[in-house]
């Protein structure tokens, strides 16, 4: 039975011109919120047909492709290839931005244990611990990502029913435990670098998650 949500508010919306390294180059409709539960700044990012704000035309069609990315500074910021959130977040916004969606931007860092926290589960993982097990050496879960806010989010702009684009059933589950129905479970492609194949590997075994990792 979907769990009950505090109501969150769009408290504001403006367009946002967006820039990648590689060149490519779109536009947003960035959506700030009042009420979410964590009391964080989450960002959602309208792409393609959303970028409109959410106008009544916008609530017809399909529903929209939606990925709820979780912030990482070493992947999205600096460019780090140890996982691969930095080319998932690029791919995200040029599929959603031709399917007509969102990208919601959580600041889940580390999986939800916070910077500090992930570059001390580097460490560990340097010394030959797993994604997973040292986030549980440091006293952490696995994954404590919590999508509650995701959900408000969706909610607030209008959509309980949304084509989820990820490799993670944790966060089909969640949403849908939360009243926010998922039509379709969309993967995203495998970004496998020199680096991060033991990673990626340990989210597909581990984790569940849909890769098709060599």
Same mark, same amino acid.
């Given at each position: ?102 990208? &919601? ?5 580390? !999986?939800?244990?916070? #910077?500090?926290?992930?570059? +001390?589960?580097? %460490?560990?993982? =340097? ?26 989010? &969706? ?5 309980? !029913?949304?084509?989820? #684009?990820?490799?993670?059933? +944790?966060?089909? %589950?969640?949403? =849908? ?38």
């Amino acid at each position: 039975m979907p769990r009950s949500l505090p109501v969150a508010t769009i408290r504001t919306e403006l367009t946002v011109p967006l820039r990648f390294t590689d060149g490519y180059a779109t536009t947003a409709r960035v959506f700030t919120f009042d009420g979410l539960a964590d009391g964080l700044e989450h960002l959602a990012l309208g792409l393609g047909d959303r970028v409109g704000g959410c106008s009544p035309d916008a609530h017809r069609g399909p529903p929209p492709l939606v990925r709820p990315h979780s912030e990482c500074l070493t992947g999205d910021v600096f460019g780090s290839q140890r996982c691969d959130c930095g080319p998932q977040m690029r791919e995200a916004v040029e599929r959603i931005a031709d399917a007509g969606g969102f990208l &919601l931007y959580l600041r889940q860092e580390g !999986r939800g244990i916070g #910077l500090y926290a992930k570059l +001390d589960a580097y %460490a560990l993982q =340097d010394a030959g611990l797993n994604t997973y097990e040292a986030n549980l050496a440091l006293g952490f879960a696995e994954d404590e990502r919590d999508y509650t806010v995701a959900a408000q989010m &969706l909610l607030a702009l209008g959509f309980a !029913r949304v084509a989820l #684009l990820s490799n993670n059933p +944790d966060k089909a %589950a969640q949403l =849908d435990r939360l009243g926010v129905t998922v039509t379709e479970r969309v993967p995203t492609a495998v970004h496998l670098s020199a680096v991060n194949g033991r990673y990626l590997a340990t989210k597909a075994l581990r984790g569940a998650h849909t890769l098709d990792v060599p």
